[in-house]
């Protein structure tokens, strides 16, 4: 296979598809500052008369984000959403700069240039280059500071275009780039001109360059980098054409550092593209690679230090105008004219290859290796270190192996071939080195960490281990923890574990530390468990508090490892009470059912030890699952009557507990009562108050005030009551009074009080309470005969007792109640208490002076009415006189006083008129029974009108009523007494028209009778009335309303009085007359009022719009000659239809107003030569475009083109357009054709040329139009007349909009025009509008109908074609070799490969097939592919594998293969993949290998390989009849430890060193000498000898003796007797030698142990500790205090 290129080239975007116009894709337009942006401007003339910029984020690039902003020029920050815009100051040669934020849409800063900006970049994140005509500035965009001047340009940059400007990573060099035409004789050759420009020295120096950029690279071993740039020119030297690449440093090294060379390399460039240049040069940093990039699209790699040749290649067909760097892949993207975006990168796999084996450059390919950490080097790596190992250079060596790609030589081999090496006084160890370079690279591995761990601490630097640790440059591991432990860093060791995850070290490392909680923390983070018991144990002797909190902290744990009760017991057993609680408590803080037998632990452990505690416990409800009854009992014992109370669940235990008051808390009683039934609360109750009433009293009503609501009111008045307790009645019942509503308990309440002595309360209640029954409470204080009457008074007074009161009091002799009761109490109540004396017949002089007590408070009416209803009235003459002569205006006074006047007769009348303050009704009403008359005139004088009618009509008194309704004058009254229902209406409408009218000389009475009358629709008594009132020569005969209503009355009753009315009468009112008139289709009448009145208009209308005659009506218009008459008769002819008639009566009218309707009529008539009358005269009148229009419209349905022409030309407010599209739809052609060429609507014209047949003129209207519509309505039309020419031309302004593209195909084939439209898709290839969907749909096309076509066009445009689209049409058209090509491309592997299998004689191909397969996702393809092989192409299935053999699961292609019986076809991959050690592998390659009787590889592959059934290979090859595979057995029954079956085949083939060796490597006794017994049993006596030998360490000395002596081979046992007769001497030797070591050693620690107690004698003789001063003040102190006192 061919080597992959070093440089990957792919398309990510194809700018056209994103909707970007091709002509914006140029240097001017668009810009791209880094990989993360493109930015395009885009002009209005494309984009809908609007200027846009469009921002492709690369990230997501089909979602870019358009932006309506005008501006000259457009940059994306490298790093954000960030925009700075350029635009021209209009009027002045300047720029003005703005700098926006897209994501909080806030400008971040502005400033307008003095100058024009020729150029600008961004030079970094926060900072813009500026390049004006004469200076370059840096704007920095993060303040508000003004951009700052930095150089001036150099001459060598004048007249020239500048294209780069950037600046160095530490902003110390500048570099300016231009381009501009070459030298006369070749212009094509564009010269290129650097500035390079130092800020330090402020000086700059002019080059020849076309493309440059700075770099930072490392110089051999220097510390500090250098500042490289990289140009490359192309330039004319002495007739020459020269093309360098120039590396060079920029300023002088820093002392001791090493310069860099300057190094130059030759760029060459092929003949064909002698005048292409250099546009652009990227630098990778990850690589150290240079990249040269042309406009024709050539690229040129070279390596950056060395300036070395790398790599050349086309990668665009088209020009590239921009770069950027795409640093995160050490690479660039490049944008040609046709708007690829191409990204170049490093191919890792082949790069080093590519410059070790076909550039032949070793030591290049090793640097690059190195540099990038790229795969391919790794043979030269260790051939490097080898030599420099093999020439001493060690140190280079220890370097090269740490700087080693993909981390080759990191390796244990590595690391001892360096600890190896002696290192002389003075000098740095190598592995010191090779560490020291992995250090300052990055994170050393698990070996590389252990091996530096040893090499630091040897040297007793364990502050280095931490600092690396910390900085995080070493992988841990528990290897490296327990050499720092050794040490006894035990912090350091722990940190250690915990990064290396070495559980068990880390748990006994928190053991041994005490961090228990810790511990079980972490145990419970990684899934360990600790012997917690063990634990445990420790702790409750040294630490109980630790040990409860460990215990907490364990069960805790979800699921934890050790139970709850083993812990309890624990603490139990040493009597730890407070722990076990402690404990207990904390983990019983989840309440849950299955910890009730704990919680009833807890509770009585305590109970017993600690009742305290206890009844804490029980107070903060913690717990609800633990044995109630239990725990009652026990709380009884202790004292705790509550907490019995509350636990106990039987009233027989409740009611012996609760008798205990004295000891209960009375609240905390009151609270229990709250938990109990009613029925139990009683029971409790009444078992309190059994015991001791006195004393539980109080108790027993504070509960049953508090629990009312549950116990019920009345049971606990009967249990009170039961006991005779009317004070606990009192005080609960006056508790609870407030709450209640039951009258029976504010009875009891009272009666309570009442026997108790509490009058007052008595008095209280039954003044404030309202739910007593009032009856039961006043019989019991009558009965009660209380000497304080109020009691009874209130409750009398309150609910209406008072006769009973009354009579109380009376018979009491109780008097002076009486009259406190009237004075004091309720005065209103006087009358009632005055009945009831009156009924008892008590005193007069008393009633007397008891109303004349209260004189002025006393209410009058109900007084009056009690003495009316006894005739008494006359008692009452005093007392009224008294309220008249103080000035009373009571009516009530009045009223009683008149009716004593009118019983007495005294001049009633007089009081009737003069009194003013009586009530009429009520006096009047008094009268009716004694005089009518009397009656009538209280009515009158209070206008009782309803009562006066009654009266009236009762007594036949009608002109008394009828003189009453017309002086009242209210319509109200008169609708009443005109009621058609009022059997007396006719006497009354009688009375009015005879008398009480004709008397009256009011007109307002007059009017208002007029209005009843009609109001009670009567109009023939209204006309009555009014033709005595108006045609009689009465003082109303002139009066203008009763004409207006005599004739509207006539018209609605009688119209034939109305004309004669109307020839009678001259004061009504004529205008409205007539429209009632016409109101009740009296027309003629009318049309005589509108005549008599002159009013012309309404007389017309009559005619015709009521009596509806045109002929009169004309005859009418002619007569009196009205414009406004000539235009009703003219709107009414246009109604009826008579078009031309109506036309002539608006001329006559001179009227314009209703032209819309008259263009509407003439239109529907067909009447344009009328209606081009009446619009010469509308024209006259008004200036409208309408008007106009329809008169042009007219003139070209009349066909007089010419004066349309005329018209045309001379008036300018025509709407033509309106005026063509009518002429077009109704096929007047040539006017529309007149019209749409003066208007120039060339896609209108296009419309009417096509309809006229002028095609040719059509396509040039069309080309004007440049409409998609118009372009497919012509090329169409061409098409239908076979104009196919004029149809390309038209079709080839369609395609390139792809939404046209399908309306034009699908009109094509469906008139099987197929080669014209295949001419047309092929001719649209080449337009520069062209895009993906004319490729595609002549992909179709050549798929339908020209398949010799389809490969060749997709194989060019693959990249230009819509895949997906084009693969449904061939799977239809079955083109089996263009899907399978079309899924590759659209990289769809799976559906390619099966296509390739499926239809393999068309799209099958090996090669292909393989490059398919690799990448299919699929796992299924792979077998069926396999199967597919086996069936067609059976040889060449094994290079399928290997391509395969990382992909498929080998144990499956095995059992393929062994179905089919083809496995010896596949064995070269077997072998190849049995370094994967899998079953199945190794099994089918032992049995080919078995099959082949190649005894050599079995060995091998089993000895390699171990995974297979061993037995069963052993098994089957062991009775081989090839003594090679019997010794295989052999050696796999050793493997499976299977001892004795493996010496037992090497004995029967005879194989006994075989057998000794087994039996050696056994270690089994019995073995062993079962081998010597079957040495003896032959008679090999060299064998016994020589296995002696072999199983020394197995034989015992006795045993080979014996054997030996029994059968006489004394002499082949001596050599193994002297042996071991040597090796007891040796251990006896040893044994002795320790001994006295020991002894001397006891002897010394004697004499140590002697001297130190010696030593110490004294110190035993002093007391443990002696006291503090100040505890033996404190001491001494109470000493002598007691003393003193």
């Not at 009066?1039 to 006539?1050: E, R």
């Amino acid at each position: 296979m061919a080597q992959a290129a070093p440089i990957a080239m792919k398309e990510v975007l194809l700018l056209p598809s994103l909707g970007i116009n091709q002509q914006y894709i140029s240097f001017t337009n668009l810009t791209m500052e880094s990989e993360k942006y493109i930015c395009v401007r885009e002009m209005g003339a494309a984009t809908g008369g609007t200027n846009n910029v469009v921002i492709v984020d690369m990230a997501t690039p089909m979602q870019p984000m358009r932006r309506p902003i005008t501006a000259d020029s457009a940059l994306m920050n490298p790093d954000s959403k960030i925009i700075a815009l350029k635009a021209a100051v209009p009027g002045q040669a300047a720029d003005h700069l703005q700098v926006f934020n897209l994501d909080t849409k806030a400008k971040m800063g502005s400033h307008q240039m003095p100058d024009q900006v020729v150029f600008w970049k961004w030079i970094s994140p926060t900072k813009i280059g500026i390049v004006s005509a004469t200076s370059i500035y840096h704007w920095n965009v993060d303040g508000n500071s003004a951009p700052q001047k930095q150089f001036d340009r150099a001459a060598n940059l004048n007249g020239s275009q500048v294209i780069k400007y950037m600046v160095s990573p530490d902003e110390k060099w500048c570099v300016l780039i231009g381009i501009a035409p070459g030298s006369p004789d070749r212009p094509q050759l564009v010269k290129g001109f650097m500035q390079l420009y130092s800020v330090e020295q402020k000086r700059s120096q002019a080059l020849e360059a076309h493309a440059a950029a700075f770099a930072s690279i490392k110089v051999g071993s220097n510390t500090q980098a250098s500042t490289l740039i990289s140009f490359a020119q192309k330039s004319m030297v002495n007739g020459q054409l020269v093309s360098k690449l120039h590396v060079i440093e920029l300023g002088a090294p820093a002392a001791g550092q090493t310069p860099f060379t300057k190094k130059q390399a030759e760029l060459f460039f092929p003949p064909e593209f002698a005048d292409d240049f250099p546009v652009s040069m990227q630098i990778s940093k990850k690589y150290g690679l240079v990249y040269v990039i042309t406009k024709l699209g050539l690229l040129f790699v070279y390596d950056l230090e060395t300036a070395t040749a790398v790599y050349r290649s086309r990668i665009s067909p088209d020009p590239i105008f921009l770069t950027s760097e795409a640093e995160s892949v050490g690479g660039f993207y490049a944008i040609n004219r046709r708007g690829q975006v191409l990204l170049a990168t490093v191919n890792e796999q082949s790069m080093v290859p590519f410059v070790s084996q076909s550039l032949n450059n070793l030591d290049l390919a090793l640097a690059m290796a190195k540099r990038g950490n790229l795969p391919g080097a790794e043979a030269l790596v260790g051939q490097n270190f080898e030599r420099l190992f093999a020439l001493g250079n060690y140190k280079e060596a220890a370097v090269a192996a740490a700087e080693s790609p993909m981390g080759a030589l990191r390796t244990k081999a590595t690391i001892d071939k360096l600890k190896g090496v002696q290192v002389q006084a003075g000098q740095t160890s190598p592995l010191l080195q090779y560490f020291g370079t992995l250090l300052t690279k990055g994170k050393l591995n698990p070996l590389e960490s252990l091996e530096l761990g040893r090499l630091v601490l040897s040297q007793n630097k364990k502050q280095l281990l931490e600092n690396w640790m910390n900085e995080d440059k070493l992988e841990c591991d528990e290897a490296l923890g327990d050499l720092v432990k050794a040490t006894g860093d035990s912090d350091l060791a722990l940190k250690i574990y915990l990064k290396a995850q070495a559980t068990q070290k880390v748990v006994t490392a928190f053991a041994e530390r005490g961090q228990f909680e810790e511990l079980v923390k972490y145990s419970g983070q990684v899934g360990h468990t600790p012997d917690y018991l063990y634990i445990m144990q420790s702790l409750l002797m040294s630490n109980p508090q630790a040990a409860a909190k460990l215990a907490v902290t364990i069960a805790q744990q979800p699921g934890p490892p050790v139970d709850v009760n083993t812990f309890t017991d624990l603490f139990l057993q040493r009597n730890m009470i407070r722990e076990a609680t402690s404990f207990l408590l904390e983990v019983l803080k989840p309440n849950l059912p299955e910890q009730a037998m704990l919680q009833t632990k807890v509770l009585e452990i305590n109970l017993v030890t600690y009742p305290n505690v206890a009844d804490a416990i029980l107070a903060n409800n913690m717990f609800t699952h633990y044995d109630r009854p239990r725990v009652a009992q026990l709380c009884e014992k202790a004292g705790l009557y509550m907490r019995a109370l509350q636990h106990y669940t039987d009233l027989s235990d409740i009611k012996r507990v609760i008798i205990n008051t004295h000891a209960i808390e009375p609240q905390a009683l009151v609270e229990f009562f709250g938990t109990l039934s009613p029925d139990w609360a009683l029971a409790c109750l009444k078992e309190m108050l059994s015991v001791n009433v006195p004393q539980n009293l109080q108790l027993v009503v504070q509960i049953a005030k508090e629990y009312t609501e549950q116990i019920g009111s009345k049971g606990i008045i009967e249990l009170l009551e039961s006991f005779k307790s009317y004070e606990g009645l009192y005080f609960y019942l006056g508790s609870y009074l407030a709450f209640s509503e039951d009258p029976d308990v504010h009875f009891k309440y009272i009666e309570a009080a009442t026997k108790t002595g509490q009058v007052k309360e008595v008095e209280r209640v039954t003044r404030e309470s309202n739910f007593y029954d009032p009856e039961k409470t006043k019989q019991f204080l009558m009965e009660a005969k209380l000497q304080d009457a109020r009691p009874l008074i209130n409750v009398c007074d309150r609910f209406d007792l008072i006769r009973d009161l009354a009579l109380y009091l009376y018979n009491n002799n109780m008097l002076k109640y009486i009259e406190a009761y009237v004075q004091k109490v309720n005065p209103s109540k006087a009358p009632e208490i005055v009945g009831a004396l009156l009924d008892v017949e008590c005193d007069e002089s008393f009633i007397s002076n008891l109303i004349l007590s209260i004189r002025s408070l006393l209410p009058v009416e109900p007084l009056v009415a009690e003495v009316e209803k006894r005739n008494r009235m006359s008692l009452l003459t005093t007392f009224l006189d008294h309220l008249v002569s103080e000035g009373s205006t009571d009516a009530h006074v009045h009223n009683a006083l008149g009716k004593i006047i009118i019983d007495s007769n005294n001049n009633p009348e007089h009081f009737l008129t003069t009194n003013p303050h009586y009530d009429s009704e009520v006096v009047g009403k008094y009268c009716e029974k004694r005089d009518p008359t009397l009656a009538c005139v209280a009515y009158k004088r209070g206008q009782c009108d309803d009562a006066l009618i009654s009266c009236t009509n009762k007594n036949s008194m009608f002109k008394l009523q009828a003189r009453y309704v017309v002086e009242r004058m209210d319509l109200d009254l008169w609708a009443k007494v005109l009621d058609p229902e009022s059997e007396h209406r006719r006497q009354l409408i009688d009375q009015v028209v005879s008398t009480a009218l004709p008397e009256s000389k009011n007109p307002e009475q007059v009017s208002v009778s007029v209005k009843a009358f009609m109001t009670a629709d009567l109009p023939n008594e209204l006309i009555e009335l009014l033709e005595k009132i108006v045609l009689q020569n009465s003082a109303f005969s002139g009066n203008p309303n009763l004409q207006n209503l005599l004739i509207l009355t006539a018209i609605k009753a009688d119209g034939t009085r109305v004309m004669d009315y109307i020839n009678r009468l001259d004061h009504f009112d004529g205008p409205a007359v007539g429209e009632i008139a016409v109101g009740s289709e009296l027309f003629e009448e009318a049309y005589f009022i509108y005549k008599k009145f002159d009013l012309h208009v309404p007389a017309i209308k009559v005619l015709l719009e009521n009596i509806q005659s045109i002929e009169r009506a004309h005859e009418y218009a002619t007569k009196v000659e009205e414009k406004e008459v000539w235009s009703e008769l003219a709107k009414s002819q246009l109604e009826a239809g008579s078009v031309k008639d109506a036309i002539a009566s608006y001329i006559r009218a001179d009227d314009e107003t209703n032209r819309d309707a008259v263009i509407a009529e003439a239109k529907k008539g067909d009447s344009y030569e009328d209606l081009v009358k009446y619009l010469m005269m509308v024209r006259q009148k008004v200036k409208e475009a309408s008007v106009d229009t329809e008169l042009a419209y007219s003139y070209a349905r009349i066909g007089q083109i010419g004066q349309l022409e005329e018209f045309i030309v001379s008036t300018p407010g025509v709407n033509l357009q309106s005026v063509g599209d009518r002429c077009f739809d109704e096929g007047i052609y040539e006017a529309s054709k007149l019209i749409f060429t003066s208007l120039s609507n060339w896609g209108r014209l296009a419309s009417t040329l096509v309809k006229l047949e002028q095609y040719q003129a059509a396509v040039e209207a069309a080309r004007k139009a440049n409409s998609s519509r118009t372009w497919k309505e012509v090329c169409f039309a061409c098409v239908e007349k076979e104009e196919y020419r004029l149809a390309q031309l038209c079709g080839l302004s369609i395609i390139v909009n792809a939404d046209d593209l399908e309306d034009v195909s699908e009109f094509y084939q469906g008139r099987g025009k197929y080669e014209e439209l295949i001419a047309l898709m092929e001719a649209g290839l080449g337009l520069e509008r062209s895009h993906m969907g004319i490729f595609t749909e002549l992909g179709i096309l050549y798929a339908k109908y020209k398949l010799d076509k389809l490969m060749e066009h997709l194989k060019l445009f693959s990249n230009k074609i819509n895949i997906p689209r084009l693969i449904r049409v061939c799977e239809e058209q079955m083109h089996w070799k263009a899907l399978s090509f079309l899924y590759v491309q659209y990289d769809e592997y799976d559906n390619a490969a099966t296509v390739m299998m499926n239809h393999s004689p068309e799209a099958w191909e090996h090669v292909s097939f393989k490059d398919v397969a690799v990448k299919v996702s699929n796992a299924d393809l792979f077998y069926k592919a396999i199967a597919f092989y086996l069936e067609e192409h059976p040889l060449l299935l094994c290079d399928l594998l290997a391509v395969l053999s990382s992909r498929i699961d080998h144990a499956r292609v095995v059992d393929v293969m062994r179905k089919r019986e083809n496995l010896p076809l596949v064995k070269p991959y077997l072998l190849s993949v049995q370094q994967s050690n899998l079953v199945a592998v190794n099994e089918a390659v032992n049995d080919l290998l078995i099959e082949e009787h190649d005894f050599e590889g079995l060995r091998n592959s089993i000895e390699t390989y171990d995974n297979f059934d061993q037995l069963q290979l052993a098994t089957r090859i062991e009775k081989h009849e090839i003594m090679e595979f019997r010794r295989i057995a052999t050696l796999i029954y050793k493997k499976s430890l299977r001892w004795r079956q493996s010496m037992q085949l090497s004995v029967d083939d005879k194989l006994y060193k075989d057998a000794m060796e087994t039996a050696a490597q056994s270690g089994e006794r019995e073995l062993a000498e079962e081998l010597l017994k079957t040495f003896i049993a032959d008679g090999n006596k060299e064998c016994f000898a020589a296995c002696l030998y072999t199983c020394y360490d197995l034989i015992k000395p006795d045993v080979a003796l014996e054997l030996a002596w029994m059968n006489k081979m004394t002499d082949h046992v001596m050599p193994y007797m002297i042996q071991v007769m040597r090796d007891q001497s040796s251990k006896l030797d040893t044994l002795m030698a320790e001994r006295q070591e020991r002894i001397k050693s006891e002897e010394k620690t004697e004499d140590d142990s002697a001297k130190n107690q010696q030593s110490n004698m004294y110190a035993q003789m002093l007391p443990p500790a002696l006291p503090s001063p100040m505890q033996y003040q404190q001491q001494q102190g109470g000493m002598y205090n007691g003393q003193q006192q």
